[in-house]
């Protein structure tokens, strides 16, 4: 006797997934790159959106293999999480199960450069250069995730060196070693070059560069 077909989804749900949230970050911040040139306001997208796609190629590199992702969890989650399945998951899981604390941006970077992380040839080549690029990209999302009165004053030609830094880092992780392709949808690993292809070439014809 064959089982009766699936229920369909419902409209009203919103399924996602790290690897869809990484191209559609990308692939926003592509539109808004080449939008920055005319438009100052973009500049402020870009730089959420980019920020926000490198971190989710952090946690596609990271978590691929990883059943509930303790690699890019905080230590005390990844602990509690790790000894529920060691005791052979009796009891009820731990609240990280269902409710992760992902460690910051600049900590996700920071372990897809560690081996003991991510193994090579898909762990990403850091450098001082790169960890404090991120680290003034990460500051500058921060700034404009905050309301400010009386907006925001930035020299733009400090940005674009910045965003070519993440898109290396997405193109790595992402196009170059990608470790999570099977997780992802087809022509992922296209989409997302071309996708960075835009930004660079955005970024690196801007007056100043």
């Not at 691929?64 to 060691?86: H, I, L, P, S």
């Not at 070693?177 to 992922?188: G, I």
């Amino acid at each position: 006797m064959s089982n009766a077909p699936p229920d369909p989804p419902s409209p009203f749900h919103f399924q996602t997934s790290q690897p869809r949230e990484l191209l559609a970050s990308i692939e926003f911040a592509a539109g808004q790159a080449e939008q920055a040139g005319d438009d100052h306001g973009a500049w402020r997208w870009l730089v959420i959106s980019v920020t926000l796609a490198a971190q989710n190629a952090c946690l596609c590199a990271l978590d691929t293999g990883d059943e509930f992702g303790t690699k890019g969890m905080t230590r005390t989650d990844a602990r509690a999480v790790t000894r529920w399945t060691k005791d052979g998951r009796r009891g009820p899981p731990p609240l990280a199960v269902r409710e992760p604390r992902i460690v910051s941006p600049l900590e996700l970077l920071r372990r897809t450069g560690d081996p003991f992380f991510l193994r090579p040839p898909y762990q990403l080549p850091l450098n001082r250069e790169i960890n404090n690029a991120f680290d003034d990209l990460v500051d500058l999302r921060n700034t404009f995730l905050h309301f400010s009165e009386d907006g925001w004053t930035v020299d733009l030609r400090e940005i674009p060196p910045l965003i070519l830094v993440a898109c290396g880092v997405i193109r790595h992780l992402a196009v170059t070693q990608p470790v999570y392709l099977r997780r992802a949808e087809a022509r992922h690993r296209e989409r997302v070059s071309a996708a960075l292809d835009r930004i660079e070439a955005a970024m690196e014809h801007y007056p100043g560069m």
